[in-house]
């Protein structure tokens, strides 16, 4: 983790997730050292399962850390999933563009797939707003100018994980139906009529190359 922290783009905030057993024997960056050597810290950690610290180096990055905990009955996806939903909260919190999570090896990487589901559809947010003007003062803080919550950018890596792996594709593709899905819904009734809602998925089978003789198409 402490290789992979280092090598981060300096323009990406980074988040690191972690085990309970990680944060007991002092497997963490030592970069965090001013934070991870406080007991107070870890406990803090540990009841919360996410807190923000900055590294003790000459970049001084902002660095979100996150505890898997694990569920009574043993269910690890949900465990991943509800941490996948925390971790976007947290980063939208501070209105960050960019960011890289990066999980410990302690972690299972077929669970990297679900963290990402459940981080891609808790960053969702669905608007017809347009941008406001921006204002003449000077801004020292680019992200006080930014007026949507999702996060635009982010990706989630592990040592051993294959993102061309059958799972993680999988979850991918489940995040992006779920989007498709979600951003029709939200369409009002007055404009989504049934001529709306043809063009709308025949657009989608158009982008992906899809005809008459493939399963999934229905009449409409």
Not at 189 to 217: K, M, Q, R, W
């Amino acid at each position: 983790m402490e290789k992979r922290l280092l090598a981060a783009a300096p323009a990406k905030t980074v988040a690191l997730m972690v085990t309970e057993a990680d944060v007991k024997s002092d497997n963490l960056p030592s970069q965090l050292s001013a934070f991870t050597r406080s007991a107070e810290f870890k406990a803090d950690l540990t009841m919360s399962q996410s807190a923000w610290a900055y590294t003790n180096d000459d970049l001084a990055r902002r660095v979100l850390l996150l505890q898997y905990k694990a569920e009574k009955d043993g269910n690890s996806a949900l465990a991943m999933r509800k941490l996948g939903a925390l971790a976007a909260t947290q980063l939208q919190a501070k209105k960050v563009n960019d960011v890289e999570l990066i999980a410990s090896t302690s972690l299972d990487k077929d669970l990297m797939g679900v963290f990402h589901n459940s981080f891609a559809l808790s960053n969702y947010e669905y608007t017809e707003k347009t941008a406001p003007e921006k204002s003449e003062e000077e801004v020292t803080d680019e992200r006080l100018n930014k007026w949507r919550k999702t996060i635009d950018s982010f990706e989630v890596s592990h040592e051993s994980l294959d993102k061309e792996g059958e799972e993680f594709k999988f979850q991918a593709a489940c995040v992006r139906a779920t989007e498709f899905a979600r951003n029709l819904a939200n369409v009002r009734g007055s404009e989504a009529d049934p001529t709306f809602v043809e063009e709308y998925i025949t657009d989608l089978l158009d982008a992906h190359s899809l005809d008459e003789n493939d399963s999934c198409i229905t009449d409409v």
